[in-house]
């Protein structure tokens, strides 16, 4: 059970690709070493959106790409951190942030994911490392390690709940077995 102070990180889709992506060595360790934290700590926190992107770069990008079951299996384990749906609020929240920043939508809409979750950072390479977006932070998962960030926050989830531990414990085997552990 996380703590009610204890910030979720919003999970772009790019980290999810790269601990697939046997092509980025470094980048999928890395990635790996991330998600292994966000699973273990239970604050790892995706988008429909994020795991939409995931699937179809991951089978039609990605070289050597996944077969559509295995992506659709990791879409699936993934789904245990229940995803943030892209609902009126999100949306609203993503043209706020757009037109503050001028970040493209897509980025706006990660963002506005972010913040309508509670999520106190974003995990992403497609952003500014370190920016202040909302009051969510963005960390590139290649700058930094899960040891560097506070993990403390103020902020709170608007009406969405974490993922429960089963399902968390069910699916951190499936990405274990991903990562080559036992």
Same mark, same amino acid.
């Given at each position: ?7 979720? #990180? ?16 470094? %980048? ?32 039609? %990008? +990605? ?74 932070? #963005? ?18 989830? +608007? ?24």
């Amino acid at each position: 059970m996380t703590n009610s102070t204890t910030a979720p #990180v919003f999970v772009d889709s790019n980290v999810l690709i790269y601990v697939r992506d046997s092509a980025a060595a470094d %980048k999928q360790a890395q990635a790996a070493d991330w998600m292994a934290e966000l699973w273990r700590s239970h604050r790892g926190r995706p988008s429909s959106q994020a795991l939409s992107e995931f699937y179809v770069n991951a089978t039609q %990008k +990605l070289r050597p790409g996944l077969d559509r079951e295995t992506a659709r299996g990791d879409v699936r384990a993934l789904s245990a951190l229940q995803p943030i749906p892209l609902d009126e609020q999100v949306f609203n929240e993503a043209w706020h942030i757009q037109d503050r920043y001028g970040l493209s939508f897509r980025d706006a809409l990660i963002v506005g994911a972010a913040c309508v979750c509670g999520c106190g950072y974003v995990l992403s390479e497609d952003l500014q490392d370190g920016q202040d977006l909302a009051g969510v932070r #963005v960390v590139s998962p290649f700058l930094h390690r899960p040891s560097d960030i506070s993990w403390r926050s103020q902020r709170h989830a +608007l009406g969405r709940t974490a993922p429960s531990r089963s399902a968390l414990v069910a699916t951190t085997a499936r990405w274990k077995s991903v990562r080559g552990k036992s």
